[in-house]
């Protein structure tokens, strides 16, 4: 909303009470988002928490713990919550997360009831834990299985590794798995690696810069999840590295993956396999 | 070369024996490019063999086993084969494909000799056989493991899977594991889909067609290898599909992978998944 706003030269501020995409990826993925909104002109306020709202005339002044201002329009994004009361009425449980509980099969708990989609939890495939997180490609792929079993069929949802990507203007933003600051609440013995490398042969036209902050269990050597940041090439990394998570993938395996090369589309050591061998070194 | 030279505006002929991209793709894929050559007016003499050049004024006459042609200049492809001088010298052994042969630590038969790169035969991981296939990420990644092992270290370079991209004209062909023709003179029970998709979201702006085909064992339904072709988001779908034959992925597995969905990068059934899917049908 902030881009489309000013890509029509309205003035935005933009208040958060941490830093944009906490949810979803660590504060050093988070700064070059920073940048980006303020390459832009976005206004942020960062660390600022939003009190009270008054109707003034022809405008609504915010009053947050740090300041006021008059503002057109307030766009409120809070987050998200399951709705399940109809789950609730047909006395269908709950997992820990508040959605719906399913197996693999997604039966609920009551027979013959099944339930696919934005108001059901998922196992997370890194953390093994449940998790409530409610994106489409889930949600689509849920619903095939529970069609496929509804209708007599044997498959299985196996779970989430919360691959996202997203536009902030023209900076590409990827990230699968776990985060630092979610791997060590899950329980790892966390190892977090930042580099910066090219999108295509230093030499070729049009190469760009790109993030990658790779994060991995210190223990088992396991890649735990990634983030990037650049202006191409992005979804496609975030999506092998997505790959490699379901696999169980090591950071000794990530050195080694062939992936390809050619000038116009990665350099001879792609940013991947560079994160993998600045890893293997943090962990040594 | 013949883009270099159509782009220059010179008319070329390109003459093969079988087709275009032989060795790395099936016909499904080289359909494609023989398109992408055609469109940008290169003049295909495919199934069609040389037998002598001859000297003319200022000229050369090729003769092929079909009809002849004047032409200014000839460049032939005719691949490439290790320089094993040096190693049959030192009395080094080759393996089975005449490239040089080496354990997991770049050793060859001959103690304290190492062996890295172009002149070496690598493990096909999907196929377990031995190949010789001189890419540079490879030679890369072989070089870094025989220069630890040389200074003290415990490296092992594990395999190849042939992931490659090439770009023709405007079209990106990229490809990784065993095509259905390799597969089948592997040993494997070969099932083989080709799907169209969009790289993008149907409704964004800048979305492209994608050919996606996808090999896989009936007998384990164990992805064997896949190949792309298209205009954009070539390049990523290509990595994820070697990440995913890395760990060993089954078709079933294809379809739950959880790859990212934004409409600039991805509609939100990818084009894996889609391919996945129909594969899955096709090995019941």
Chains 1, 2 share one sequence.
Do not use: C
Request: charged share 25%.
């Amino acid at each position: 909303m902030a881009e489309a706003f000013r890509i029509r030269n309205k003035e935005v501020l933009l208040f958060q009470r941490s830093y944009p995409m906490r949810r979803a990826v660590d504060p050093e993925i988070s700064k070059d988002i920073i940048e980006e909104l303020q390459k832009h002109n976005v206004n942020l306020h960062l660390g600022e928490s939003f009190k009270d709202v008054e109707d003034e005339d022809k405008a609504l002044r915010i009053i947050s713990d740090k300041d006021e201002y008059l503002v057109d329009i307030i766009i409120l994004a809070m987050g998200v919550r399951p709705n399940v009361d109809l789950a609730k009425r047909m006395g269908v449980k709950l997992g820990v997360t508040g959605a719906i509980k399913v197996n693999e099969r997604m039966e609920t708990s009551v027979k013959d009831v099944y339930a696919a989609g934005d108001n059901v939890e998922a196992i997370h495939l890194v953390s093994g834990k449940p998790v409530y997180l409610p994106f489409a490609p889930a949600a689509n792929k849920m619903g095939r299985v529970a069609g496929d079993n509804i209708a007599g069929g044997s498959s299985r949802f196996k779970g989430v590794l919360e691959t996202t990507f997203t536009k902030i203007f023209s900076l590409h933003v990827g990230r699968t798995g776990l985060s630092a600051w979610e791997a060590e609440a899950a329980g790892f013995d966390v190892a977090a690696v930042d580099i910066n490398h090219v999108s295509r042969s230093h030499y070729f036209p049009g190469k760009e810069q790109m993030h990658i902050r790779l994060i991995a269990d210190r223990e088992s050597h396991r890649i735990l999840g990634g983030a990037i940041t650049g202006r191409e090439g992005v979804a496609g990394r975030v999506n092998t590295l997505a790959a490699a998570l379901w696999g169980g993938l090591t950071v000794e395996d990530l050195t080694q993956l062939d992936l390809g090369y050619a000038p116009p589309f990665a350099p001879v050591w792609d940013g991947l396999v560079i994160a993998a061998n600045v890893m293997k070194r943090e962990l040594k």
